[in-house]
């Protein structure tokens, strides 16, 4: 599990919600490196650049869903709006200087603004609480994702590391930063 933010420096100081959620897209970025670290490390198979980061893009989708469904119990619609609007904004940044870096100009914003509104769609329709988070069908749909984005070797098994290890893991860790950076 990565070590992440979970408290300001001057914790005094007041914070915009821009802030707060570039905060967080930073937290998410490094959660989402560090499931595609353990994958490589339980010796699943990535073969390019562009392939890990298609695999953290769908690790990034889930969890910004998780923010939106931790910020809909703590806030109305308008600042959770704002919250994730601006989170999605940060994060499709991250990505975007990743994919130039590794893949030259390209239309990735607006495809990871699509891809994070298609999924937050399908997500929704599955449980989620706000004590215990993500509900067994959500994570099994988020691992069938990650399946599909993993190559050949070895793919039936991700599923299960995701749903058994991974999304816990990073839901407890982020669930953890945005309690301690994330005041609404």
């Known amino acids: 599990m990565s070590r992440v933010k979970k408290r300001w420096n001057q914790p005094e100081r007041p914070r915009t919600l821009a802030q707060m959620a570039n905060a967080i897209a930073a937290t998410v970025w490094k959660l989402a490196a560090g ?4 994958l490589e490390n339980e010796n699943f198979e990535t073969a390019t650049q562009a392939q890990r980061l298609d695999i953290m893009e769908e690790i990034v989708c889930y969890l910004v869903h998780v923010c939106d469904r931790w910020s809909h119990a703590r806030v109305g619609e308008a600042e959770r709006a704002e919250f994730v609007s601006a ?3 940060d994060l499709a940044r991250l990505l ?3 994919r130039v870096d590794i893949e030259g100009p390209g239309e990735y914003r607006a495809n990871f603004i699509a891809r994070v509104n298609a999924r937050s769609g399908e997500y929704a329709t599955y449980r989620y609480g706000d004590d ?3 509900g067994f ?3 099994c749909r988020f691992g069938d994702y990650v399946q599909a984005a993993m190559g050949e070797r070895d793919q039936r098994w991700i599923p299960d590391i995701i749903v058994g290890r991974e999304a816990p893991d990073i839901e407890g860790s982020l669930k953890r930063s945005l309690e301690g950076l994330v005041r609404l």
């Open 96 to 98: 975007e200087d990743s």
């Open 132 to 134: 215990e988070g993500a």
């Open 35 to 38: 499931v595609v670290l353990n």
């Open 87 to 89: 989170l999605v904004a």
């Open 137 to 139: 069908a959500l994570r």
